[in-house]
């Protein structure tokens, strides 16, 4: 079934580590999105990328870096991870102006 | 500034009652609204949107949306609620060329019996 795999489902991860999330997909879509949800707060948007080569910075990119190397794959990485940064992350991809998000089905990640 | 209100946190509504979730925004250019849900440990899935054209929008699952410029609004409604459409659901706005959709807090739907 095409559409968006993210690893790990969860992740409990000790203040200080590094960690990549991974986010892959097979619909060929250009452009993908990181995406954090909060209690409260919904969800905001950390990086994107347009297509494979680039990237840019969403409404909270602080503490997160990102990387397009190819179509298929959108990581997203803590370099040095802290509690705030726990949350349930969203990796998505869209077809193209006219179409909504795809969504993965989130990584939950809790940082102690 | 971009943003989405959703100004019900929590909705209960009896199994085969209508529905209706709020949503307003606020965003400088010509918007493009959605509606998701979300069910318990799952991502997102698009229900509806709205770009152009007719203001009353069909969607999945029976869910239909209509968008009111003058209001800001684009709220979401269905006739008949099961109880399988407990859930929380999300609304968002975007624009044509823009690299984000602003999401609003969300409404969480039980459906009793």
């Known amino acids: 079934i095409a559409g968006i795999t993210q690893a790990p489902t969860s992740q409990i991860l000790a203040a200080g580590r590094r960690m990549t999330l991974r986010c892959t997909q097979d619909?060929?879509?250009?452009?993908m999105y990181w995406y954090r949800q909060d209690l409260g707060l919904g969800l905001r948007l950390i990086h994107y990328?347009?297509?494979?080569?680039?990237?840019g910075k969403g409404e909270v990119p602080d503490g997160y870096s990102v990387s397009r190397a190819n179509t298929d794959d959108f990581p997203l990485t803590l370099a040095s991870a802290v509690p705030s940064q726990t949350s349930v992350y969203f990796c998505?991809?869209?077809?193209?102006?006219?179409?909504?998000?795809?969504f993965g089905s989130g990584t939950r990640l809790t940082v102690v | 500034a971009q943003s989405v209100t959703q100004p019900d946190i929590h909705i209960t509504v009896s199994e085969g009652a209508s529905l209706e979730l709020r949503c307003n925004y606020s965003?400088?250019?010509?918007?493009?609204l959605f509606w998701y849900v979300q069910s318990p440990g799952q991502g997102l899935q698009l229900l509806l949107k709205?770009?152009?054209?007719?203001?009353l929008v069909q969607g999945i699952k029976g869910f239909e949306a209509e968008f009111k410029r003058s209001q800001s609004s684009f709220n979401l409604r269905k006739p008949s609620v099961h109880w399988s459409d407990a859930a929380e659901y999300f609304c968002?706005?975007?624009?044509?060329?823009?690299?984000?959709?602003?999401f609003g807090t969300g409404t969480s739907l039980t459906v009793i019996p």
């Open positions: 619909m060929r879509h250009n452009a």
């Open positions: 968002a706005v975007g624009a044509v060329t823009g690299n984000q959709f602003y």
């Open positions: 998505a991809s869209r077809a193209g102006h006219n179409y909504g998000y795809t």
């Open positions: 990328s347009n297509t494979a080569g680039t990237t």
């Open positions: 709205y770009f152009s054209g007719d203001t």
């Open positions: 965003y400088g250019a010509t918007p493009y």
